[in-house]
């Protein structure tokens, strides 16, 4: 019963959003728009994952969690949001999405604009081969103002590196 009751809440909420489009077509991409939530419902943003989850509908979850769209919404919680996220997922591509998110948290504190913090994260990502495609059409779509770097940005962490720390 419990996994009919969620299915049943991500179904209701499902039918109030539109249609996701794919950025990519070599990527997954959720069914459901879920970052179209209304962001006054804070709730719905930090439990759609878990609903998705006991609804067993992991395929579409883990499309969710690897979308940088939702990624982009739920940093405006700040880094550990999407991170919680990302550790629901065992996917490859959530892994290499969790390693790149872990090394620039320490930059990915609320900003103003709010939308800032999105791009902080893009222009990170930008170099990655996971995610260049994706970023370069985000960052193309984006209508906000914002910078996009020519050439690699020089102070990108070493591979090896797995989590910045400060303070």
Known sequence: QLKAANDAIVDSIAAT???????????????VAWWEINTDVSYLLGAIVYHLTEALRLEERDALVTDLRWVSVRLMSGPSAPAADLAKSYTPRAMSLSRGLSRAAHLLDPTDPPHAVKHILL????????????????QEQSAEPHLVGQWQLPDLPDPAIRRTLTG
């Open 17 to 31: 959003l539109p249609t996701a489009t794919a950025l990519d077509l070599d990527c997954p991409t959720p069914a």
């Open 123 to 138: 222009s990170r990502l930008r170099d990655d081969p996971s995610w260049h495609n994706i970023v370069a059409i985000m």
